[in-house]
């Protein structure tokens, strides 16, 4: 028996060239308890309703740009054997091309690299004595403290877009080999950690090998293959992608769940941003409202029906589902943070007359004073009046 799932016309498009994904999934069941089976087969798959990022904190808010900031750290580059340069450019391509191609979709990410010689530690690392020498360690409990964001100077260029970090960083000699002690005792081999919605850091401890007479020396393709893997994996962790897919029916699956999770979260984020608008209008009374804004809210509903609409089609696209409901995120979140709705926002009738009466206050205390003087003069006139007759 064979379970075949069909795939629009119009997401196939999107992934020309590319054989995990293809119009028609066939998924066959051998074995007699079939619908076990076929649960097996889609259980790794991850969930387009329970699967979000406040069930999985280390999971990126989306974004459909995304920057990737590929990081090469020395502790201490005035010691010898430092790293002075990566053939960051080849590894991406070769390593992480194809993966990008097949997230395009959904994600337009963009790439940046940088060199930083001196990334020191705000802590001293645990030393463990061995048959081999010292070996320092830094335990899982301290990893949160682990990346110096006061003296790494991680900052990249001012962008709009979401940053996801990768961080390449290559102790001092003073601290080779440098490890993670995970909670049970153990230490990793890997030396690498996931820091939830921020990024990736691997510590690589190179082979004294590989360092020249001046005491440097780069990484090539080979070096790099272990890191661009870990790099990997965590990408698609910190994207919400199971990794752990073993056919190429599988990944295609879970991309699609990836997508629909995008679509209702970007709704739901539109409908919130919306709900706001609404709330500041019904409380701000006298607010006025630009065409501009109301040319955003309108624009965000009616893609937003467009959503609702492609969703219910015979023969809908996710792709096309989820372009949708990113511009009614977009337009929705533009309205909220225009000028004149923050001016309202943070700045009410309320603060406006706080603020401007004791600069009135010095003008109408004379007027008021003059005010009382002259209704008394008008009384004590008009009483010696009445007397004199």
């Given amino acids: ?51 979000t990022p406040a069930t999985n904190s ?45 997230l395009a979709p ?66 001092s000699p003073n601290h080779r080999p440098f490890k993670i002690r995970r909670t049970d005792g153990t230490l990793d081999a890997d030396g690498s950690f996931i820091r939830p919605q921020w990024g990736s850091v691997v510590i690589y401890n190179p082979d004294e090998g590989i360092f020249g007479a001046d005491g440097a ?60 608008i609404v709330n500041l209008i019904t409380d701000q009374t006298n607010m006025r409202v630009s065409k501009q804004v109301q040319n955003q809210v309108k624009g965000a509903l009616a893609s937003l029906k467009y959503t609702q609409a492609e969703l219910f089609q015979a023969d809908s696209s996710l792709w096309r589902a989820a372009l949708h409901a990113d511009e009614s995120k977009r337009l929705s979140s533009t309205a909220v943070f225009s000028p004149t709705m923050l001016s309202l926002l943070y700045f009410p009738d309320e603060h406006k007359y706080a603020i401007y009466t004791p600069l009135f206050g010095p003008v109408l205390v004379p007027l008021v004073i003059a005010l009382i003087k002259e209704v008394k003069a008008r009384r004590k006139k008009k009483a010696v009046k009445e007397k004199d007759e």
């Fill in 1 to 51: 028996m064979v379970v075949i799932l069909h795939r629009s016309h119009l997401d196939i498009q999107n992934h020309t060239g590319n054989l995990a994904f293809q119009k028609d999934i066939k998924i066959p069941l051998k074995t007699e308890n079939k619908p076990k089976e076929l649960l097996q087969f889609i259980a790794p798959l991850p969930s387009s309703s329970s699967s």
């Fill in 58 to 102: 280390r999971v990126i808010k989306y974004s459909s740009q995304l920057k990737l900031v590929f990081s090469l750290m020395n502790e201490d580059c005035t010691q010898p054997s430092f790293i002075r340069s990566w053939s960051i450019k080849h590894a991406i391509q070769l390593y992480l091309e194809e993966l990008l191609a097949s």
């Fill in 106 to 171: 959904l994600h337009n990410m963009t790439c940046q690299t940088q060199i930083l010689q001196h990334s020191p530690l705000a802590f001293e690392p645990t030393v463990l004595s061995t048959g081999d020498g010292p070996t320092y360690v830094v335990e899982q409990e301290e990893l949160k403290a682990f990346i110096n964001d006061a003296d790494w100077n991680l900052a990249s260029s001012v962008t709009m877009e979401p940053v996801i970090n990768f961080v390449l960083w290559v102790p």
């Fill in 217 to 276: 020396a780069g990484l090539g393709v080979a070096e790099l293959a272990r890191p661009m893997q870990i790099f990997r994996h965590h990408l698609l962790s910190l994207l919400g992608v199971v990794d752990a897919l073993e056919t190429p029916e599988q990944r295609t699956l879970a991309l699609d769940a990836i997508v629909r999770r995008r679509i209702v979260e970007n709704s739901l984020e539109a409908i919130n941003s919306m709900q706001v």
